[in-house]
């Protein structure tokens, strides 16, 4: 049974930074593409990054130069770095991963930014 299990979220000043972790287990994930997303209260879902199985990145445009999405493939994990952190960036973060779009989603991780 594949699962994906984030962790690292918390409460942070603005300004400063967390590393969040998904762990995936289940089966091998280094040719899925991997990613996450996240959701405030009252707002849609937002793309905040990927990462493919070739290492290829993409980021979501209020995220980019600030977050960093990586994998290791042998620790079946992909992590996400942010800094910079700023208010608006307070949500869930869920972890995705999948062949080509995103199968499978994890439960969530709750960030807070205290301004």
């Keep these: 049974q594949v699962q994906l299990v984030e962790s690292g979220g918390g409460l ?4 400063g930074s967390l590393r969040l972790s998904c762990a995936a287990s289940g089966r091998t994930f280094s040719n ?8 405030a209260p009252g ?12 290492g290829s990145t993409l980021y979501g445009d209020s995220v980019k130069g600030r977050f960093t ?3 290791d493939n042998a620790k079946n994990t992909v992590y996400l770095q ?5 208010p608006e960036d307070a949500a869930v973060y869920y972890c995705t ?10 439960q969530g991780t709750q960030v807070t930014v205290s301004s």
Excluded: C, H
Aim: aromatic share 16%; no cysteine.
């Design 32 to 39: 899925y593409r991997m990613g996450w997303f996240r959701q």
């Design 43 to 54: 707002k849609a879902r937002e793309f905040v990054a990927r990462i493919s199985w070739n």
């Design 82 to 86: 942010m800094n910079s952190l700023k």
């Design 97 to 106: 991963a999948g062949p080509v779009g995103d199968t499978y989603w994890g």
């Design 69 to 71: 999405i990586s994998r």
């Design 12 to 15: 942070v000043q603005a300004g």
